[in-house]
C-alpha cells in the first residue's frame, strides 16, 4: 500500500482560544455596560441562582483587562500563530442601544489586537460571544425582538471597520446553535409563563441569522480579503444500535446543530427543518428580504467547537442513563472515557466531524474550541504534571492529521482556554484547561500569578513542528 502523507498544511493557524466575558474581568471599567454573563453566576443555565450576592466569578475573570500583555508575551512564546478572542459588545455599546460607540472600549480591543500582531498572532475575533448588553434584554427582550438585529449591525459594522486590517479572521456568532440549548446565553431570552418557548427561540434564531448576514455582508463590503465564519458547537451523534429508529434519530439529532450551519453556508432554511416546522407548529416572522439577504451573504469558512460526540436512541429506558455535556445531556458511550465532568472524550469523533462537514459543505473549516477541563494539582515544587491534558490534546490532534489526509480542508486549530479561565457551563475555574495555570479559585481566592504547566513546553514543540511531534 502506498503511503499516504499526514502532515498539516502550510502556514496553519495554530493557537488558543478564549471568550472575553470569561477572561477580561473589570466588568465595570472605562465605560463598559453590564452584559448577560455579568448577570450570570451560575454560566449559561438560566433562571440562575436566586441570591443577589452570589459571587460572579466573570466579574473579575483572570484580569486578562490589566495583563494581556503579560499573557499574550506567554503565548508568543508558545508559538501561537493565531489568537482567538471575542469582543464584549458592552465595552463597545455599554447598552446596546447607544447613539455612539465607546472610544475607551474601542482603543481597549485596538492595543489588544497590536499586542497579538506584536507577537506574531493573526487576530481570530468572534463578534458575539455568549453575552449581550443587558439593556437589550430588558428593553427589547432579547433577540426575539426584531430591533435587536439592527443593534447587533451597528455593533458589528463599528468593530468590522475599526479593526480593518488588523483582523482578518472573523465569525459572527459564538456557538449559533445554543439558543436551544441556554436561550439566556444564547439569545438574552427570558420567557413568561406559557410562552411558546419553541417559537421564540427559532424567531430568536432567524433574527441571528439575519443579523448574521448582515455582518457578512458588511465584512465583505469592508475588506472582501477578510474571512467571516459561522461557529457552532458540533455535537457529532451516533445511533445506539444499528436499529434503524436509532440510526434515523442520530441523524435528526445531528440536524438540530446542522441546520444553523446549514442556513449561514447554503443561505436558506432546509426542507427537513421546514417539515419540523409545521409538525411542530413553529411559526415565527421572516420579513419580506431577509431570505435574499441570508441567500446572498453566506459565511467563508465554518468554525467550530469539537469537545465530545453523543449517543441517540429511542429506547426510553437507555435515555435515562445519561451523561453530561456542556449544552446537553445523552446516552454513555460504554466506547468511551469521560473527564471529571462527564464530558465523553472521543478522538475518532473529531475526524468523523471534520469529514461530516466537509463532505456537506466543501468550504474550509477552522476548530477554534477543543481542550480537556481537569482539576490540575500544583505540586510542593509548584509545577503542575497535567499529562492528561496532552494526552487529550495529542489524541485528538493525530485524529485532525488523518482528516487533513482525508482531504479536508482544515485552516486552524485553536484549543480552548490556553490559559485557565472561568468556565461557561458551570461558571467556575476549577474546571481548568490551560497551558498557563492561574492561581485564583472557585471562592476568588489567589493571587493571579501565571505558571506554566508541563502541556506549555508540549503544545510549543507541536506548534514548532507544525503538529509533526506530538
Ligand atoms: C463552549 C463555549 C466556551 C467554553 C467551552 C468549554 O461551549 O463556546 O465559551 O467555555 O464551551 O465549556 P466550559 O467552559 O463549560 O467547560
Redesign the pocket.
Known amino acids: 500500500m502506498a503511503e499516504v502523507k499526514k502532515e498539516f498544511p502550510q502556514g496553519f493557524l495554530w493557537g488558543g482560544a478564549v471568550?472575553a466575558n470569561?477572561l477580561e474581568g473589570a466588568y465595570q471599567e472605562d465605560g463598559k455596560g453590564l452584559s448577560t454573563a455579568d448577570v450570570s453566576p451560575d454560566?449559561i443555565m438560566y433562571p440562575t441562582s436566586e441570591d443577589p450576592a452570589k459571587l460572579n466569578l466573570y466579574h473579575d475573570g483572570i484580569d486578562f483587562y490589566h495583563r494581556y500583555k503579560e499573557d499574550l508575551a506567554l503565548f508568543g512564546e508558545l508559538g501561537f500563530k493565531c489568537f482567538r478572542t471575542s469582543i464584549a459588545w458592552t465595552r463597545i455599546f455599554p447598552n446596546g442601544d447607544d447613539a455612539e460607540p465607546n472610544e475607551a472600549g474601542l482603543k481597549f480591543y485596538d492595543d489588544l489586537f497590536d499586542e497579538m500582531r506584536k507577537q506574531g498572532m493573526e487576530p481570530v475575533v468572534t463578534i458575539s460571544?455568549?453575552e449581550m448588553p443587558l439593556n437589550l434584554v430588558k428593553k427589547y427582550g432579547g433577540w426575539r425582538n426584531r430591533e435587536v438585529i439592527g443593534f447587533y449591525e451597528k455593533f458589528a459594522r463599528t468593530v468590522l471597520e475599526r479593526y480593518n486590517g488588523k483582523v482578518k479572521y472573523w465569525m459572527t456568532f459564538?456557538?449559533i446553535n445554543v439558543v436551544l440549548h441556554a436561550p439566556f446565553t444564547g439569545g438574552g431570552l427570558v420567557f413568561e409563563e406559557g410562552e411558546n418557548k419553541l417559537n421564540i427561540m427559532y424567531q430568536a434564531a432567524h433574527h441571528q441569522f439575519v443579523a448574521s448576514a448582515l455582518a457578512v455582508k458588511a465584512s465583505h463590503e469592508i475588506n472582501p480579503e477578510a474571512q467571516i465564519g459561522c461557529m457552532i458547537?458540533s455535537m457529532t451523534t451516533y445511533p445506539l444500535t444499528p436499529n434503524p429508529d436509532d440510526v434515523f434519530a442520530a441523524l435528526e439529532q445531528d440536524r438540530k446543530t446542522l441546520q444553523f450551519s446549514d442556513v449561514q453556508v447554503r443561505g436558506y432554511y432546509p426542507t427537513y427543518l421546514k417539515r419540523y416546522f409545521t409538525e411542530n407548529e413553529i411559526e415565527f416572522e421572516i420579513a419580506a428580504g431577509d431570505e435574499d439577504l441570508m441567500r446572498e451573504h453566506t459565511v467563508d469558512y465554518i468554525g467550530f467547537?469539537y469537545?465530545m460526540s453523543f449517543i441517540a436512541t429511542t429506547d426510553e429506558e437507555k435515555l435515562k442513563e445519561a451523561a453530561a455535556g456542556?449544552?446537553m445531556t445523552g446516552v454513555k458511550n460504554p466506547y468511551l472515557k469521560s473527564s471529571e465532568?462527564g464530558w465523553q472524550i472521543d478522538p475518532k469523533g473529531l475526524r468523523t466531524t471534520l469529514n461530516v462537514l466537509y463532505d456537506r459543505y466543501q468550504k474550509p473549516l477552522f476548530i477554534v474550541?477543543n481542550g480537556l477541563?481537569a482539576v490540575d494539582k500544583v505540586e510542593e515544587d509548584g509545577s503542575i504534571q497535567d499529562d492528561y491534558r496532552i494526552d487529550y490534546l495529542r489524541a485528538h490532534i493525530e485524529q485532525m492529521r488523518e482528516a487533513v489526509a482525508d482531504g479536508v480542508d482544515l485552516i486552524g486549530y485553536t484549543t480552548?482556554g490556553p490559559i485557565d479561565l472561568v468556565?461557561?457551563?458551570?461558571a467556575e475555574l476549577k474546571?481548568r484547561y490551560g497551558f498557563v495555570y492561574v492561581d485564583r479559585d472557585n471562592e476568588g481566592n489567589g493571587t493571579l500569578e501565571r505558571t506554566k504547566k508541563k502541556s506549555f513546553a508540549w503544545y510549543q514543540r507541536v506548534i514548532e513542528t507544525n503538529g509533526q511531534e506530538l
Open positions: 471568550a470569561q454560566g460571544h455568549y459564538n456557538e458547537a467547537s469537545y456542556n449544552l465532568w474550541e477541563g480552548w468556565s461557561a457551563s458551570t474546571k
